[in-house]
């Protein structure tokens, strides 16, 4: 792809993209084939391969394995032995982007993280998303766990086809409730973080974002993934990889779906 085409200096995050959907269009693109750290833009194959795979009535019991201690790791705070459901596993990944909920559902379906990342990349060579490689379910840091925006675009695309996915990422809070090891009722509310959707930015005049999924670490900086509609119903995919800091995220995001309006 030309590139070169594409040239705006209003878009300073190492990578970005944006794609319509109902005309199968590349509207911009910036280093949109580069390998770059995914952050937790990885749970969106984690939900992908769940919601397509697993049974969402399942009652998943918490092991071992979702106890994360990373520092900064973000946690919708599960703990071993909880019993939940992997529809609520879902909205505990999605929403406060919590790796423990990501580290119960891979459990879960494959017997162990190594299992399912071997499933995600399955299903990333199925979408045809051949820059990619995941070594987990979270998007925690490793030097072989990368992708493209390109590629985010084939998975985020791929799961907007499920409904229940659409559901999930349109929810901006959700309540749950569930039984501890000791069978003790918890109860928790887990918020999204996508400052469109939270009333924290406006989008430009004229779309309207429904969902999508912010990413952030040391190696990966500042990332986001979304979908928006226009006055016509109309679809698109945005991207933007390793922004500087959260306001540069979002300003760069403003200005590429700004194309959309414009």
């Not at 790796?99 to 459990?107: E, K, M, Q």
């Not at 494959?110 to 990333?124: Q, R, T």
């Not at 929810?171 to 039984?179: C, D, L, N, Q, V």
């Not at 040391?218 to 986001?224: E, I, M």
């Amino acid at each position: 792809m030309d590139e070169s085409r594409f040239q705006d200096d209003s878009i300073h995050s190492e990578a970005a993209a944006l794609f319509s959907l109902n005309d199968k269009e590349v509207m911009f693109s910036k280093n949109a084939f580069e390998r770059l750290y995914p952050a937790s833009i990885t749970k969106v194959m984690t939900a992908l391969v769940a919601i397509k795979y697993g049974r969402l009535t399942d009652v998943v019991t918490v092991t071992d394995e979702a106890v994360i201690t990373e520092a900064g790791a973000s946690l919708c705070h599960i703990k071993p032995g909880d019993k939940l459901t992997m529809d609520q596993l879902l909205y505990g990944l999605m929403l406060p982007s919590g790796n423990d909920a990501g580290a119960a559902i891979a459990v879960h379906m494959a017997g162990s993280l190594e299992g399912f990342s071997e499933m995600m990349n399955e299903e990333a060579k199925k979408i045809g998303a051949t820059g990619t490689h995941f070594m987990n379910p979270h998007g925690l840091s490793n030097e072989n766990h990368y992708t493209t925006a390109y590629d985010l675009y084939l998975i985020f695309n791929e799961a907007l086809k499920l409904p229940k996915f659409r559901e999930i990422i349109g929810t901006t809070s959700y309540y749950a409730e569930y039984e501890s090891g000791s069978g003790e009722k918890v109860n928790q509310t887990w918020k999204g973080g996508n400052w469109y959707m939270t009333g924290e930015r406006e989008e430009p005049q004229g779309l309207t974002v429904f969902g999508g999924k912010t990413g952030t670490t040391k190696a990966a900086g500042y990332c986001l993934i979304m979908g928006s509609k226009d006055e016509s119903d109309r679809e698109y995919i945005s991207v933007v990889l390793k922004a500087d800091s959260r306001p540069a995220l979002y300003e760069n995001m403003t200005n590429i779906i700004n194309k959309i309006v414009n």
